[in-house]
């Protein structure tokens, strides 16, 4: 016989529609004879938390004098190279250092730029499913909404009309706007051109789990 142990957790999920909404959460613990599709749900569920995590401010993106992203380093690491005259900041994480004078407030560093141009050859990622949904940051560019169970993905030209398999013509949709879509064009739907483009490698990092918006503009080509 199958016991269950029901959880209730109520866990905060900032969403990007019009405003924050605290909501419950069920999770079910399956303590005896595991249910597949139970443990596929919690292994989602899981994936899921980890995108909505906290914005991460110990993370500095460095760019070189063509303003091309090079790589990714801590905060601390770029204020040391940036005081040696290594490096210029142009973006300031919101937080400030824990300095020991409260007196002192000096910002975190997000994006700074090496007085050096590196030519390197640009790897090409493939435009997978996945890969689309972490661009995106799982939400959908019609109407904002970002539940990662109901996401799909959507041609912004159809392919009926000659659309491709591209980072430019792929783009995340929920359920709803890619039905209502169907096989109609952005012109003749009505809607905004959400304009996709090619990301950077450095945007698909196993250890980035939060993008900050000032690095969108150099990761995304």
């Known amino acids: 016989m199958v016991i269950l142990k029901i959880l209730w957790l109520g866990i905060r999920i900032p969403l990007q529609v019009q405003k924050r909404k605290r909501i419950m959460i069920l999770k079910t613990i399956i303590i005896k004879n595991p249910n597949k599709k139970i443990l596929e749900f919690l292994k989602k569920e899981n994936k899921r938390k980890r995108i909505m995590r906290k ?3 110990r993370k500095c993106l460095v760019l070189d004098s063509g303003y ?6 801590t905060s601390e690491r770029a204020f040391v190279v940036s005081l040696k005259g290594n490096a210029n900041i142009i973006h300031n994480h919101a937080e400030k250092f824990g300095l020991v004078n409260p007196d002192l407030e000096i910002y975190r560093p997000s994006v700074i730029v ?3 141009y590196i030519n390197t050859h640009f790897y090409k990622l493939p435009p997978t499913r996945d890969n689309i949904f972490k661009r995106d940051d799982y939400t959908c560019v019609y109407c904002g909404y970002n539940d990662m169970r109901a996401m799909t993905l959507d041609h912004v030209i159809p392919k009926s009309k000659g659309g491709e398999d591209t980072w430019e013509n792929l783009v ?3 359920r709803g706007c890619n039905s ?6 952005i012109e003749e739907w009505g809607k905004e051109h959400p304009n996709p483009k090619r990301p950077h490698r450095l945007m698909f990092l196993k250890k980035l789990t939060y993008i900050p918006e000032e690095w969108k503009k150099y990761l995304l080509i």
């Open 55 to 57: 914005p991460d401010y």
């Open 114 to 116: 090496v007085p050096k």
């Open 68 to 73: 091309m992203p090079r790589q990714i380093i």
């Open 172 to 174: 995340t949709a929920c």
């Open 180 to 185: 209502e879509k169907d096989n109609l064009t």
